[in-house]
């Protein structure tokens, strides 16, 4: 129901709408990307290896696991970049250690860089940091509906090779 204030639309409800929007897409998406990239990888939906470390981790995010085998969706350039946050080549799964503590620190740039340009071919790293600027503001309805791809895409996969 849209509530009203004074005949005219409350801002701050349209505020919490849109980031719950961009909430919805942004765990559709990661549940992709690691879902992806644990077949791309192990030829598994329940593991695969970090972009970064190549150790293995889960595709299931539990702060219980040791966060070197539990994964996550780790962007390249970080995601308050719009334009790039979901971008399928500058997510990849990555395991919660390298993620939060090397990636944030700048040590595995250069390791997630040339991982990078083997995984989507020569020249990616430099195509995402030459995009960095580029800004984007999606539209509610876009968010909705790429929502709603990328739950159909995990899906499909799911159903294909099994969910575990
Ligand atoms: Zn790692």
Redesign the pocket.
């Known amino acids: 129901m849209t509530k009203f204030i004074f005949g005219r639309k409350s801002n701050a409800f349209s505020k919490k709408k849109r980031s719950c929007y961009i909430k919805a897409y942004d765990t559709a998406f990661s549940q992709y990307i690691k879902t992806r990239d644990c077949l791309m990888t192990s030829g598994s939906t329940r593991y695969g290896f970090?972009?970064?470390?190549?150790?293995s981790?889960s595709r299931v995010y539990d702060e219980s696991i040791d966060p070197?085998r539990c994964g996550t969706n780790g962007h390249y350039i970080a995601r308050a970049n719009m334009f790039l946050r979901y971008d399928l080549r500058n997510n990849n799964l990555?395991?919660r250690?390298?993620?939060d503590f090397?990636q944030k620190a700048g040590w595995?740039k250069e390791a997630y860089r040339e991982a990078l340009d083997k995984k989507w071919g020569a020249g990616t790293a430099q195509l995402l940091e030459d995009s960095r600027f580029i800004m984007t503001k999606l539209s509610r309805t876009e968010m909705e509906e790429k929502t709603e791809y990328y739950k159909e895409e995990i899906a499909i996969l799911f159903k294909q090779f099994g969910e575990m």
């Open positions: 970090c972009i970064t470390c190549g150790g981790c070197k990555q395991c250690y390298c993620n090397l595995v």
